[in-house]
């Protein structure tokens, strides 16, 4: 007698919003510490906010895009995670105010990993991709102003922090407010396979179902 296997998907909460608020929450903080809207000295608070908060949010929402079946966002929060601790950490072993050629190549590289899951996520979602690309340019902001000092980089990459951390917010509304009221009031910019995933299709499951994060091919 032949065998068959049944393949079960377990419906999940959006990750999505955990993710971005880790995101708007950083990104606001360094942006202050980079606008001297804090005080130099406290660049070791700054590092333990990135530790403390943005890595486990960032970091458990990564974990749970992957369980949802959408690699391309729990890549680019996974990267954002680890970032954000690393970041935290070179903060917190560094000088206050002082600037290091080290941190400075590592943000470019940061900057770097997160371009391919930013292109990723933007072919079926454009706002969260422009997130993803903003955190890219952020990272290679601060990297510059590490690398060459000049205070019109931190002021430039303090003032990206602060439209990113507003888009963040944004992002993690429209995508709360849609889980709630189970219909698109914010947009986000789905197209192609990001409205496919919820579109209703024929199934041993309801529609309704099929719909949920975990059980559609994608955030």
Known sequence: ?????R??????????????LGLAVATAVVAAYNLDWLPSAEQHQVALVLMAFAFPLQGLGSIFCFLARDAPAGTGFGVQAVAWLTLGLLFLSGPPGGRSATVAAFLFMAAAAIVPPAASVGLSKI??????????ARFFLTGLYE?????GWAKAAGWEGVVLAG???YA???VDVS???????LPIGRHDRGITALRETP??????????PGAREQL
């Open 7 to 20: 393949i079960i998907l377990r419906p999940l909460g959006n990750p999505l919003p955990l993710g971005f």
């Open 127 to 136: 706002v969260p991709a422009l997130v993803m690309t903003g955190t890219a």
């Open 172 to 174: 993690a509304l429209a």
């Open 203 to 212: 199934s041993e499951q309801s529609a309704e179902l099929e719909r949920e």
């Open 167 to 169: 888009l963040a917010l």
């Open 147 to 151: 690398q060459f000092g000049a205070v």
């Open 1 to 5: 007698m032949g065998t068959s296997e």
């Open 179 to 185: 889980a709630a009221l189970r219909r698109n009031l």
